[in-house]
Each structure stands twice: as C-alpha cells, then as structure tokens.
Nanobody, 123 residues
C-alpha cells in the first residue's frame, strides 16, 4: 500500500504563487506516474498535471499550461506542483495520486491518493 501525503496549500492573492509537495511512502516511487488533480465545490475532480516515472515527460490541463509546473525528485520520493499566476478559478482541493504505469488523465486510472490540500485564491 502506497501512502501519499500532500502539503503546501493555503490562501494566496490572485497573481500569486504556491508550491505543493507530495511525498510517497513507496521505496519504488520512481516507477510510478504521479498526477495532480483538483476538485472545486460542486464540480467533478479534474486533471491538472502528471509526470512520468523519470520526470522526462510532463502533461498539463489546458487551463494551467504555462502557469503550473510539475516536477519530481525520486531521491526524495517527492513530486511538486509549482503554481504561478494563480486565478480565483484555481481555488480547489488539490490531490496527489500515483499509478504504477504510464501516463493517464483519467482519475480512475490512479491507484493511490492523498487526502488533499486546500488552495484558495482570493483577494
């Protein structure tokens, strides 16, 4: 069982930045594709970004492309989501997820999930 823990959420003004972190317990972390998803109140969970096992390939939702950056440090079992130029519509609970396979935007394809961290963008 892989345990995934997110951190780094908070309240930020529009145009500001936050960096989310996600640490996994699995010692074979490097074989997992890692993804970030988010869910706003009253909306379905949506894909934000993903990164393959090596970090060589990254994928983004159109809504965050150019503003968010996903990266990973396999030596630390950690994946990051750098969020810049934040907008009020980025407000959501952000979830980190892991899957032992290739990239997917489908949340059902991910086996392991964190508890989520709240990001609020408001003035």
């Amino acid at each position: 069982q892989v345990q995934v823990v997110e951190s780094g959420g908070g309240l930020v003004q529009p145009g500001g930045s936050l960096r989310l972190s996600c640490t996994a317990s699995e010692r074979t972390f490097s074989v997992y594709t890692m993804g970030w998803f988010r869910q706003a109140p009253g909306k379905e969970r949506e894909f934000v970004a993903a990164i393959n096992w090596s970090g060589g390939n990254t994928y983004y939702a159109d809504s965050v492309k150019g503003r968010f950056t996903i990266a990973r440090d396999n030596a630390k079992n950690t994946v990051y989501l750098q969020m810049n130029s934040l907008k009020p519509e980025d407000t959501a609970v952000y979830y980190c997820a892991a899957r032992p396979g290739s990239y997917s935007r489908n949340s059902d394809a991910y086996n392991y999930w964190g508890q989520g961290t709240q990001v609020t963008v408001s003035s």
